[in-house]
């Protein structure tokens, strides 16, 4: 794929990234998360295997610089809750991300918009939506949305 430049070419690099985690992150969803600033890609991340690095996780750590002005592009709604890895929200919230795009809400009732809305109230710009349907296409088989379930299963 040439150079990303616009944001639908990012949440597809963020797409790729997810499948990058298969099978190595079963039975957590294949996320994939794609660091913006200035327009060029700083850095990337896909799910890890269970009780290690989420995407986003992955992809922060991998940075050296000043996050400021960053925006993050992420396959699936960020974690909001805290299981065997801290919730990816807070994560981007204090690495000092600025516009957050979000291919597909977590259907997990524990999460389920609350990633949303602690970015949100944190004063973070966020885009639900971008490229839903292949996101959707990409996670369907992976996410578990029945009371008691987790897509992120970090309670199991």
């Not at 949305?145 to 299963?153: A, E, F």
């Amino acid at each position: 794929m040439p150079s990303p430049r616009s944001n639908t070419d990012f949440m597809r690099l963020a797409l790729a990234q997810g499948r990058l985690a298969l099978p190595g992150c079963l039975p957590n969803p294949p996320v994939g998360c794609v660091l913006v600033k200035d327009g060029v890609v700083i850095s990337q991340g896909y799910t890890q295997a269970p009780g290690l690095y989420h995407a986003e996780a992955m992809a922060l750590s991998r940075l050296t610089n000043d996050c400021s002005g960053m925006t993050a592009f992420v396959t699936l709604e960020p974690c909001s809750f805290h299981g065997r890895t801290p919730s990816c929200a807070l994560a981007l919230i204090n690495s000092g991300v600025e516009k957050v795009f979000v291919g597909l809400l977590d259907p997990d009732p524990r999460n389920s918009g609350a990633g949303i809305r602690m970015l949100r109230d944190a004063g973070i710009t966020v885009v639900v939506g971008l490229l839903a349907e292949e996101a959707a296409d990409d996670l369907a088989d992976f996410l578990v949305s029945k009371p008691g379930g987790s897509s992120d299963r970090n309670d199991q």
